[in-house]
């Protein structure tokens, strides 16, 4: 399909993750396998430990350079994303109490608007209400 781009980067990442669970569950059973403090398993679990870290350390960089290294985000659509997020309405709580905060945020979530559309139509955004809803506060 033209224009199709295949997460092939991602899926191999995922294979990766697959394999290394594998491993550290090997290397549980191998771990069970010691008698008296000696444990025969050592070279296999050492082996299963490495394999890990190699395949692990290959998969970020390939990750990194073929995948991440390049994407920028477009900040005005973060930040469009953001301001429309429901979870703001966790800053009002302090200062307006959380039944009244939760009542805020069921409404902007059945209207489909923002925390502080619906402050201003309710009359109730102030100077402390931007200040709460401040994402810099909530970092």
């Known amino acids: 399909m033209p224009g199709k781009v295949n997460p092939a980067i991602l899926e191999m990442v995922h294979m990766i993750c697959c394999r290394i669970i594998g491993n550290e569950a090997a290397m549980a059973a191998a771990g069970t396998a010691g008698q008296l403090e000696i444990n025969v398993m050592m070279p296999f679990m050492a082996y299963s430990l490495l394999e890990s870290i190699e395949l692990l350390s290959n998969g970020i960089h390939t990750l990194v350079s073929k995948c991440v290294y390049g ?3 477009k900040e005005e659509n973060c930040r ?8 703001f309405v966790t800053g009002l709580s302090p200062s307006m109490g959380y039944d009244m905060a939760s009542q805020i945020g069921m409404q902007a979530d059945e209207q489909n608007k923002t925390i502080k559309e619906v402050l201003e139509e309710l009359g109730l955004y102030s100077q402390e209400a931007a200040e709460a809803l401040d994402p810099k506060k909530f970092v």
């Open 80 to 87: 469009n994303w953001m301001m429309s997020s429901l979870s």
């Open 71 to 73: 994407i920028e985000a």
